[in-house]
Nanobody
């Protein structure tokens, strides 16, 4: 089975930084892309940043210039470096991976990690 495990969330003051980590494990044949989504209370889940296996990154306009997504050396890990955090960045952050097992290729999700930015 496949698991995505996130870590690194927490409480930070506006202007501060946090780094999220997501590690994928299990019967993984290949990973096409990994990334991060977030969901604030009362709002829909939205894309934050994604990165392909080739290293091509995509960002939401609201985080460009402040957040950086990157892959680990093993390619089963994705990071989100968040700088200059704002109160509106407060949300549950979910790791996402589009990957192939021996049976299927589909999206998998982590359990989410809370990021709270105080003003």
């Amino acid at each position: 089975q496949v698991q995505l495990v996130e870590s690194g969330g927490g409480l930070v003051q506006a202007g501060g930084s946090l780094r999220l980590t997501c590690a994928a494990s299990g019967s993984i044949f290949s990973i096409s892309a990994m990334g991060w989504f977030r969901q604030a209370p009362g709002k829909q889940r939205e894309l934050v940043a994604t990165i392909t296996s080739g290293g091509s990154a995509n960002y939401a306009d609201s985080v460009k210039g402040r957040f950086t997504v990157s892959r680990g050396n093993t390619k089963n890990t994705v990071y989100l470096q968040m700088n200059s955090l704002k109160p509106e960045d407060t949300a549950v952050y979910y790791c996402n991976a589009n990957l192939r097992t021996t049976l299927i290729q589909r999206d998998y999700w982590g359990q989410g990690t809370q990021v709270t930015v105080s003003s």
